[in-house]
Nanobody, 115 residues
Framework: QVQVVESGGGLVQAGGSLRLSCATS????????MGWFRQASGNERPFVAV????????HYADSVRGRFTISRDNANGTVFLQMNSLKPDDTGLYYC????????WGQGTQVTVSL
């Protein structure tokens, strides 16, 4: 079974930056379109950003476009999310998964943005 491990979250002031990382067992992520998802409240996890398997195509939620950048390293099966100009509304638990959410969910990494 695929294991997903997210890291890089933390507490940051508004305007600051964080870089999230996602590692998958046996570099499984290398074979899939991947995405980052945010759980702010309740059980919903809407997408934040997605990237094609090749890394050529990316797509962002309107709320983060221009501030966040998704990237990947297929040699290591790793996916990244560079988060700049952070806002309090970006606060949440961030998860990594395939674009169609096929992997078991990891533990996520908490991002908290203070005023």
């Amino acid at each position: 079974q695929v294991q997903v491990v997210e890291s890089g979250g933390g507490l940051v002031q508004a305007g600051g930056s964080l870089r999230l990382s996602c590692a998958t067992s046996k570099r499984t992520a290398s074979h899939h379109d991947m995405g980052w998802f945010r759980q702010a409240s309740g059980n919903e996890r809407p997408f934040v950003a997605v990237i094609s398997q090749s890394g050529i195509t990316t797509h962002y939620a309107d709320s983060v476009r221009g501030r966040f950048t998704i990237s990947r390293d297929n040699a290591n099966g790793t996916v990244f999310l560079q988060m700049n100009s952070l806002k309090p509304d970006d606060t949440g638990l961030y998860y990594c998964n395939t674009r169609t959410r096929d992997f078991p969910w990891g533990q996520g990494t908490q991002v908290t943005v203070s005023l």
